[in-house]
């Protein structure tokens, strides 16, 4: 996949530094050539010897090694390779790249180059939420910089949350969406997918069947076409596609502020199940059995995601798509629904009983514009997926 293409990998100093190694080896395997740089951070955690060993190659580390200097300058370094990689991206190095500060090998080598850049950023999840780094993040990601990751988990430090680095075939398929030639490269596109929970107390909660299954397909078909994607899942039964960036939501809430987080995108795709309703007053202690009482539940409006996406003033995406699971009326329902929520397109689909829709492996719609109501055979989700996708680059290529 990678056969001949020329990566510049930049290893930061963070505890993840070791993931550096398998990734070398990895994208080696692929056929690419690795050029190590390792910052002095870095080596406090990988050795240079090490890394060296894996990448066949030396590895630069000082901008003023004189030596180097002689066999390659440090602007040819960067501009030679096909895509510079960051991987751990440390906050200091993300701040230093959105800065354009330039004082040692990796930030001069950022700077001085055109090359395509994809981060992999690795750090406590603090210094991860921490405003300054959410600016720098926002600041990259305007630059055109590639962003892979943080996966939420655990981490060294003990804590847990967002921040550690994302795992190597995740970087892997980041690197080859990042070097594809599809014609989404370059573009910015938001999925959104799964159900949403919605709590009653803290063990219970309100959700829906949906798996999840289209919108990690269409991320996935999005990706391939060579898609920047931004993934925002409910708690779906189906892994989420691999090169994405992952953002993990549980309620409708949390899903429209990690929505938000994800905006300016080119274009959005709301494949979520989202809950219309969430429990007003949700118990912070289980409820109890009592004798001869049942709990009242009442419930209180979510916001509509799709709606508010669809109706923003300013920096609105260039193409927003809906989707609409019907039992009845499926067409009529999803051309009103469209009107009324001010998306371009509708992705309408019959989940009636029996179809074996939600939570299947096929899936039968209809894709309704402004001007049309396309019905498209029963196939197979991913196949869906693909046809969406190339439909999204052709309407985007044909915006501009
Ligand atoms: O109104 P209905 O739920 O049928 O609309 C379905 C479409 O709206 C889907 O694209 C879904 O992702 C989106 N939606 C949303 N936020 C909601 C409800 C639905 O984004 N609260």
Same mark, same amino acid.
């Given at each position: 996949m990678l056969a001949s293409k020329r990566i510049l990998l930049i290893i930061g100093g963070g505890i993840a530094a070791f993931k550096s190694l398998d990734l070398i080896r990895r994208l080696r395997e692929q056929g690419a050539e690795v050029t190590p740089v390792l910052t002095r951070a870095g080596s406090e955690f990988v050795t240079p010897l090490s890394i060296s060993a894996l990448a066949g190659r030396k590895v630069f580390q000082d901008l003023f090694d004189l030596t180097d200097e002689a066999e390659m300058g440090h602007i040819e370094l960067s501009r030679s390779a096909d895509l510079i990689v960051v991987a751990p991206a440390t906050a200091d190095l993300m701040a230093k790249m959105a800065g354009g500060q330039a004082d040692d090998l990796a930030s001069t080598l950022l700077l001085a180059t055109d090359t395509p850049v994809l981060i992999a950023p690795a750090m406590n999840v603090r210094m991860w939420e921490h405003a300054a780094t959410q600016r720098n993040l926002a600041t990259l990601r305007s630059d055109g910089i590639g962003v892979v990751g943080p996966n939420e988990g655990d981490m060294a430090c003990g804590e847990h949350g967002p *921040? !550690?680095? =994302?795992?190597v075939p995740e970087v892997i398929a980041a690197v080859q969406a990042a070097l594809a030639d599809g014609p989404l490269k370059g573009r910015r596109v938001l999925v959104t997918s799964g159900p949403t929970h919605e709590p009653i107390d803290p063990v219970r909660y309100i959700a829906n069947r949906s798996s999840g299954a289209q919108g990690t397909a269409l991320a996935r078909a999005l990706g391939a076409l060579g898609a920047e994607v931004v993934f925002v899942t409910g708690p779906a039964s189906v892994p989420p596609p691999e090169g994405v960036e992952v953002v993990r939501v549980e309620t409708a809430q949390e899903m429209l502020a990690a929505v938000e987080a994800a905006l300016p995108v080119d274009a959005a795709v709301f494949a979520a199940a989202v809950a219309d309703w969430h429990v007003l007053g949700a118990s912070l202690s289980k409820l109890k059995k009592t004798k001869g009482g049942l709990p009242k539940l009442e419930f209180a409006e979510n916001p509509d995601i799709l709606a508010r996406v669809s109706q923003?003033? =300013? *920096? !609105?995406? *260039?193409l927003v798509v809906g989707f609409a699971a019907e039992t009845d009326d499926v067409i009529e329902n999803a051309t009103a629904k469209r009107a009324r929520k001010g998306c371009d397109w509708i992705v309408a689909n019959d989940v009636g009983h029996g179809t074996g829709i939600m939570g299947g492996t096929e899936n039968a719609v209809t894709l309704i514009s402004a001007d049309a109501a396309e019905p498209w055979p029963r196939m197979p989700k991913a196949r869906v997926a693909q046809q969406l996708a190339e439909r999204i680059a052709r309407a985007l290529l044909d915006a501009h």
């Amino acid at each position: 996949m990678l056969a001949s293409k020329r990566i510049l990998l930049i290893i930061g100093g963070g505890i993840a530094a070791f993931k550096s190694l398998d990734l070398i080896r990895r994208l080696r395997e692929q056929g690419a050539e690795v050029t190590p740089v390792l910052t002095r951070a870095g080596s406090e955690f990988v050795t240079p010897l090490s890394i060296s060993a894996l990448a066949g190659r030396k590895v630069f580390q000082d901008l003023f090694d004189l030596t180097d200097e002689a066999e390659m300058g440090h602007i040819e370094l960067s501009r030679s390779a096909d895509l510079i990689v960051v991987a751990p991206a440390t906050a200091d190095l993300m701040a230093k790249m959105a800065g354009g500060q330039a004082d040692d090998l990796a930030s001069t080598l950022l700077l001085a180059t055109d090359t395509p850049v994809l981060i992999a950023p690795a750090m406590n999840v603090r210094m991860w939420e921490h405003a300054a780094t959410q600016r720098n993040l926002a600041t990259l990601r305007s630059d055109g910089i590639g962003v892979v990751g943080p996966n939420e988990g655990d981490m060294a430090c003990g804590e847990h949350g967002p *921040g !550690r680095m =994302a795992e190597v075939p995740e970087v892997i398929a980041a690197v080859q969406a990042a070097l594809a030639d599809g014609p989404l490269k370059g573009r910015r596109v938001l999925v959104t997918s799964g159900p949403t929970h919605e709590p009653i107390d803290p063990v219970r909660y309100i959700a829906n069947r949906s798996s999840g299954a289209q919108g990690t397909a269409l991320a996935r078909a999005l990706g391939a076409l060579g898609a920047e994607v931004v993934f925002v899942t409910g708690p779906a039964s189906v892994p989420p596609p691999e090169g994405v960036e992952v953002v993990r939501v549980e309620t409708a809430q949390e899903m429209l502020a990690a929505v938000e987080a994800a905006l300016p995108v080119d274009a959005a795709v709301f494949a979520a199940a989202v809950a219309d309703w969430h429990v007003l007053g949700a118990s912070l202690s289980k409820l109890k059995k009592t004798k001869g009482g049942l709990p009242k539940l009442e419930f209180a409006e979510n916001p509509d995601i799709l709606a508010r996406v669809s109706q923003m003033k =300013a *920096g !609105r995406p *260039g193409l927003v798509v809906g989707f609409a699971a019907e039992t009845d009326d499926v067409i009529e329902n999803a051309t009103a629904k469209r009107a009324r929520k001010g998306c371009d397109w509708i992705v309408a689909n019959d989940v009636g009983h029996g179809t074996g829709i939600m939570g299947g492996t096929e899936n039968a719609v209809t894709l309704i514009s402004a001007d049309a109501a396309e019905p498209w055979p029963r196939m197979p989700k991913a196949r869906v997926a693909q046809q969406l996708a190339e439909r999204i680059a052709r309407a985007l290529l044909d915006a501009h």
